[in-house]
């Protein structure tokens, strides 16, 4: 992975800030853009969604990577969501999304933002956890999750259905492997692009 060495400085800065907090709103518009064309369907979200989203942000988080490969940028990325879905009333889901962040900091850590591994490797984390997100209550907060949907006009045989997915080990692992696939083509895209594109116009 090709990542310019002209500045040293370890430690995130207000530009690798603005730079982070951009990339990090651009993916979540392109998540909201994939999520369209499979929302009506739980397997649709899981399987297609949530694996276009990690294909096709795998080349912007890489490319944020290479603008501020610094202490700090995983966590900001991940806190981002985080404060998003603190706004949405999920707390669960805010806290694992912070908790992701401090993960994929120490994984990145000394050289990972520029070992191709690590990074690949907190990338596939994060867009695990992302596709995870949104459904933590319905997994671990069931019943809460079902008199909300309820209260929010589902029928509670649909609310009874959706949970039920969220509730099936091999659907679950099938949904990570998937997610974690796709990662790390997504990734595998952006380190060419970056290098055949990005690097010589001097992006980072």
Same mark, same amino acid.
């Given at each position: 992975? &090709?990542?310019?060495?002209?500045?040293?400085?370890?430690?995130?800065?207000? =530009?690798? #800030?603005?730079?982070?907090?951009?990339?990090?709103? +651009?993916?979540?518009?392109?998540?909201?853009?994939?999520?369209?064309?499979?929302?009506? &369907?739980?397997?649709?979200?899981?399987?297609?969604?949530?694996?276009?989203?990690? +294909?096709?942000?795998?080349?912007?988080?890489?490319?944020?990577?290479?603008?501020?490969?610094?202490?700090?940028?995983?966590?900001?990325?991940?806190?981002?969501?985080? +404060?998003?879905?603190?706004?949405?009333?999920?707390?669960?889901?805010?806290?694992?999304?912070?908790?992701?962040?401090?993960?994929?900091?120490?994984?990145?850590?000394?050289?990972?933002?520029?070992?191709?591994? =690590?990074?690949?490797?907190?990338?596939?984390?994060?867009?695990?956890?992302?596709?995870?997100?949104?459904?933590?209550?319905?997994?671990?907060?069931?019943? &809460?999750?079902?008199?909300?949907?309820?209260?929010?006009?589902?029928?509670?045989?649909? #609310?009874?259905?959706?949970?039920?997915?969220?509730?099936?080990?091999?659907?679950?692992?099938? #949904?990570?492997?998937?997610?974690?696939?796709?990662?790390?083509?997504?990734? +595998?895209?952006?380190?060419?692009?970056?290098?055949?594109?990005?690097?010589?116009?001097?992006?980072?």
């Amino acid at each position: 992975m &090709s990542i310019s060495k002209t500045n040293h400085r370890k430690t995130i800065g207000f =530009k690798d #800030v603005v730079t982070v907090v951009l990339f990090s709103v +651009l993916t979540f518009i392109v998540s909201f853009v994939t999520a369209i064309p499979f929302s009506g &369907s739980v397997y649709g979200m899981l399987f297609g969604g949530y694996a276009l989203m990690a +294909l096709i942000c795998g080349p912007i988080y890489q490319i944020m990577i290479n603008k501020a490969p610094r202490i700090g940028t995983q966590i900001l990325f991940f806190s981002v969501k985080a +404060l998003y879905m603190l706004i949405c009333g999920q707390l669960l889901t805010a806290a694992v999304f912070f908790v992701g962040g401090l993960i994929c900091e120490a994984i990145c850590l000394g050289d990972g933002y520029r070992n191709m591994v =690590k990074s690949t490797a907190a990338y596939a984390l994060h867009t695990t956890l992302y596709g995870f997100g949104s459904f933590f209550p319905a997994i671990f907060l069931t019943e &809460s999750y079902s008199a909300r949907m309820t209260a929010a006009g589902a029928s509670p045989e649909s #609310v009874a259905a959706t949970i039920g997915v969220y509730h099936q080990p091999l659907t679950m692992l099938g #949904v990570a492997v998937v997610l974690i696939a796709f990662s790390i083509i997504g990734v +595998l895209i952006g380190t060419k692009m970056f290098r055949k594109h990005f690097a010589p116009a001097g992006i980072a």
